[in-house]
């Protein structure tokens, strides 16, 4: 991102969790079949690494919530040891709900990436959001960051990316304004 709004480095500032939907996020949000009948979803590697650089480097969960009940997410969820995973999640915002609860936090400090109708109510109600670049018209204009890079080709990572850089931002501000005042005052 060229210029950063103070506005998203507080809003990144304040996350704990990093939520995604899966299908058109974490994948190209196709399907395959192969000759005999096997489901396949394409992963990017680069998209798991964005996960462990969140928890190594500023101590952010990630979670996935998804209409789908696969094998093949639930393997990839064991891969990247995401706690939080929520499958055939018919209404997200009603399961944010409940992980708020259950984690006593607010919804300020989670963030969501989505790409489809289904995922508008969730992104509506957390401290930020963003899109990969093939999503619905609709889902990017109320997304807070629209990524450079489609679902399944490393919007998630990207996402990731922005989350550790604006938290080391506001981690730098907070530090500078903590030492003027203790300087000065």
């Not at 192969?34 to 101590?59: C, H, P, Q």
Request: hydrophobic share 35%.
């Amino acid at each position: 991102m060229e210029e950063i709004s103070k506005d998203l480095i507080e809003k990144a500032g304040k996350i704990m969790l990093l939520l995604t939907d899966c299908d058109g996020v974490l994948t190209d949000g196709c399907i395959y079949y192969s000759k005999a009948g096997e489901e396949m979803k394409r992963f990017s590697m680069r998209d798991g690494m964005g996960a462990e650089r969140l928890k190594k480097l500023v101590n952010v969960e990630t979670g996935i919530i998804t209409g789908e009940n696969s094998e093949i997410v639930r393997r990839r969820v064991e891969k990247l040891r995401i706690i939080e995973y929520h499958p055939g999640s018919a209404d997200k915002y009603f399961t944010l709900k409940e992980i708020l609860r259950r984690r006593k936090i607010g919804a300020d400090q989670v963030a969501y990436i989505g790409d489809d109708t289904n995922d508008l109510e969730i992104m509506k109600n957390v401290g930020l959001c963003a899109c990969p670049s093939d999503a619905l018209p609709i889902v990017k204009e109320i997304a807070h960051i629209v990524m450079k890079s489609r679902g399944g080709s490393g919007a998630f990572r990207e996402f990731a990316e922005i989350i550790i850089n604006f938290k080391n931002k506001h981690n730098e501000q907070k530090q500078k304004s903590a030492g003027w005042e203790s300087h000065y005052w």
